[in-house]
């Protein structure tokens, strides 16, 4: 990657703000948000209580991450905030996303006063997402088919077609995987921790799981390449050696 470009993980209210001011920036013209709300006057207010709204029940709720891409501007020494990717986790039935229901963007969107700068755009977001939830989510949950969403993903206008847009998801997703690896392991542990498993071969067992499950997420992350093997390798021998303490307890 350009050492002037860095992609990373955030939970930064400042670094939101940014990368959402993006988002309005490269959303207000596109055509279905024009279609929510057509009166330029109001769609910008209107998308950043959307986009806050989402936000809240996604990433803040700990349902989803956020990938910033940060640009150093030489002149400044400072690195700016130009564009990010909004992600949610995968359902923890592995059938589709998490949040796949309307009621909790419903809720928020009410919080984050989006009937109060346009009530015909919220009655559109509405008719918009249980139509979306209706023919694409529930059909995705039919077919057990665990994905993590790309909820928002754009980069600022001024970069446009400079190529950081396929540098931002391309990359992204290299931490996507790294992340989910951490995850699984780090929430598979706690499981068996807390349930005190310790009969012999039970890490060995979850290693085997949990290698498997990371090659399907990561194939369904990129068709192109199948995970790294040594960063399966790692992990294995991560949980070798869990499964040797639990043994000597």
């Not at 709204?53 to 400072?78: Q, S």
């Not at 130009?82 to 796949?100: K, R, Y």
């Not at 960063?231 to 303490?245: P, R, T, W």
Request: glycine share 6%.
């Amino acid at each position: 990657m350009n050492k002037n470009i860095v992609i990373e993980l955030s939970t930064s209210q400042q670094d939101w703000e940014l990368v959402r001011e993006c988002y309005v920036q490269s959303f207000r013209r596109y055509p279905l948000y024009k279609y929510m709300v057509p009166d330029d006057n109001k769609r910008d207010a209107f998308l950043r209580a959307y986009l806050n709204a989402n936000y809240e029940v996604t990433v803040a709720n700990g349902n989803g991450i956020l990938l910033v891409l940060k640009i150093l501007e030489e002149e400044l020494d400072n690195m700016a905030v130009e564009g990010g990717i909004l992600f949610v986790f995968p359902s923890d039935d592995g059938h589709g996303w998490a949040i796949t229901d309307d009621e909790p963007y419903w809720e928020a969107y009410e919080k984050y006063g989006l009937a109060k700068i346009s009530p015909d755009g919220l009655e559109r977001v509405k008719r918009y997402e249980a139509w979306e939830n209706e023919n694409i989510c529930k059909k995705l949950t039919v077919n057990r088919i665990p994905m993590w969403n790309g909820l928002f993903c754009a980069i600022s206008p001024k970069h446009a077609s400079k190529g950081l847009g396929s540098t931002l998801w391309k990359d992204g997703m290299k931490i996507l995987k790294e992340y989910f690896i951490k995850r699984a392991v780090s929430r598979q542990l706690n499981k068996a921790t807390n349930t005190s498993a310790k009969h012999k071969g039970f890490c060995t067992k979850l290693s085997k799981e949990l290698v498997s499950n990371h090659m399907h997420y990561s194939t369904l992350l990129n068709h192109r390449k199948t995970p790294d093997l040594s960063a399966i390798q790692d992990l294995n021998g991560s949980l070798q050696k869990e499964s040797l303490k639990n043994d000597q307890k």
